[in-house]
């Protein structure tokens, strides 16, 4: 999000957290702060292998509530960053994984001690936002105790699936959704109507 009125828009709609992209090459990038910033939910700031430094300016700049790693990470790099992070107040950490087949989860254990949650993603030519999903049936393969987010593709038709067929993924570990690409009228603007006739339906 980066437009003023969409972000009071969205906010309205009752949703928890709402995302900020910080990562340059991406077509959602923050430049500059909104004059209005939401108050009701929680900012969500997303980075790709930024420098702790830069992390830690615009966390303080925007007030961030919850840091979204997108890139190659190290934990070594996580535990940095939770050091710099404890002189703000109590921001979260997610770490993006790129998921294709079980296997992929294989990389989730050495960040099990290390994050709030991890966002599980869809495998595609950019980083994020590629507006396509994988296989869910794939979840089940999922073990660890970290709680995560459901992201990839997910779209205005996909609300009584969620709500039915996949509504396991509501009980722990499963946090929650990410819903960008196919709910944006242009990049980083949401279309609110279809947003709302989607939480409606969703039914949770």
């Not at 590629?130 to 794939?138: I, L, M, P, R």
Request: aromatic letters at 12%; charged letters at 25%.
């Amino acid at each position: 999000m980066r437009d003023a009125d969409n972000i009071r828009q969205v906010e309205a709609l009752g949703i928890d957290w709402m995302g900020f992209i910080f990562w340059p090459k991406s077509s959602r990038y923050v430049a500059e702060m909104p004059s209005y910033l939401p108050t009701k939910c929680k900012r969500v700031g997303v980075f790709v292998d930024a420098s702790i430094g830069d992390v830690m300016t615009i966390a303080e700049q925007y007030q961030l509530d919850i840091i979204q790693l997108h890139g190659q990470e190290s934990p070594s790099y996580i535990t940095q960053l939770i050091s710099h992070l404890s002189r703000l107040r109590n921001v979260k950490i997610i770490k993006a994984f790129n998921i294709a087949t079980a296997i992929d989860f294989e990389a989730t254990k050495r960040y099990e001690d290390y994050v709030d949650y991890f966002l599980f993603d869809t495998k595609g030519k950019s980083v994020g936002g590629n507006g396509e999903k994988f296989d869910w049936s794939v979840l089940s393969s999922y073990k660890g105790q970290t709680p995560y987010l459901l992201s990839g593709g997910i779209g205005p038709d996909d609300a009584e699936r969620l709500s039915s067929e996949f509504s396991p993924l509501y009980s722990k570990p499963c946090a929650g959704l990410d819903l960008n690409s196919r709910f944006e009228s242009a990049p980083g603007y949401k279309n609110v109507d279809t947003l709302k006739a989607f939480i409606k339906e969703l039914n949770i």
